[in-house]
């Protein structure tokens, strides 16, 4: 499927569509979810690299009662169109959410971010002056080790520039059971069958794998690593302790670097603990947002 996702074709299985709207913003068109209580603290959803809203599901309506919030389809991800592929970098991925946020007159209070997305929440305090709580979901923070750190980037854009290779993970993608067989093996985690479904719709679409190839081709973990010291937020990191994609004591060297950071550590959960136990990660970001916001005000 080398054509974009259609909302009303792929999108009819997408939970909370009814929450759904699409934002213009110069030349692209976010899809965006809205969910909570109006007046309520505002918080802001960063999803990871090749995920979209859906992974929010569980943790939403689970969190509908205490925040105002906004979640996105990330630049060339799911249903959000019309981002050119530079602007998946950290930096220019940064100023088109703050873009979005500007346009929706939503200026969050709290932004929690899973995995790639955490890295994006710090780089909006860095780039735009966001000052409040940050939640870190199995955070991606740490650059690849060694040789890795410079490798890896260049062969996701070896990856990207030919046009084969994310039809041909799309294409793997539509065989019966290969995204649960290759969820579970790479994040350690067992998620719904309502998740299932969305991913599988996401990874069998070429156009949403180009995208995360993107992403990940032009991520700058190492640079964000040089000015995490200057980050003076209060930082909640939530790690599981079986994820298989971001080790634990990553998270833990990634903490260290941080100095306004507290680290919690989930039992027995995979990378996508938040849509295993919604309400657990729920607990966590209401509890960290009661301390946080309480001392702000």
């Known amino acids: 499927m080398s054509r974009p996702l ?40 960063l999803h990871g690299t090749g995920a979209s809203v859906h992974s929010w599901r569980g943790l939403m309506p689970a969190l509908a009662s205490e925040f105002d919030m906004l979640a996105m389809d990330l630049p060339r991800h799911g249903f959000t169109t019309g981002h050119p592929p530079e602007a998946t970098s950290l930096p220019a991925m940064a100023r088109a959410v703050q873009r979005l946020i500007d346009e929706a007159d939503f200026v969050p209070d709290i932004v929690a971010g899973h995995s790639a997305g955490a890295a994006l929440a710090l780089q909006l305090a860095l780039d735009h002056g966001y000052a409040g709580p940050i939640v870190g979901l199995n ?14 980037p260049a062969f996701a854009k070896l990856l990207f520039v ?17 995204t649960d067989r290759f969820l579970a093996k790479a994040t350690a985690s067992q998620i719904d069958r309502e998740g299932l479904a969305c991913y599988e719709t996401l990874l069998s679409n070429a156009r949403h794998t180009k995208g995360a190839l993107a992403m990940m081709a032009n991520w700058d973990l190492p640079a964000l690593r040089t000015r995490m010291g200057e980050v003076g937020n209060p930082i909640l990191l939530v790690h599981s302790d079986k994820d298989a994609a ?19 550590v989930l039992d027995g959960l995979g990378h996508l603990a938040h849509e295993e136990a919604p309400d657990l990660a729920a607990r966590h970001i209401c509890e960290f947002a009661a301390e946080t916001l309480g001392e702000a005000a």
């Open 6 to 45: 259609d909302w009303n074709r792929e999108g009819r299985i997408w939970p909370h569509r009814e929450t759904s709207d699409f934002v213009r913003v110069g030349s692209a068109t976010w899809h965006v979810q809205r969910m909570g209580e109006a007046g309520a603290p505002r918080l802001l959803l």
């Open 139 to 152: 955070s991606a923070l740490r650059p690849f080790p060694g040789p890795a750190a410079q490798l890896f």
């Open 246 to 264: 971001i080790p634990l004591d990553w998270a833990r060297e990634a903490h260290g670097w941080l100095p306004t950071s507290r680290l919690e």
């Open 162 to 178: 030919n046009p084969f290779v994310p039809r041909v993970f799309s294409g793997m993608a539509k065989l019966s059971g290969d």
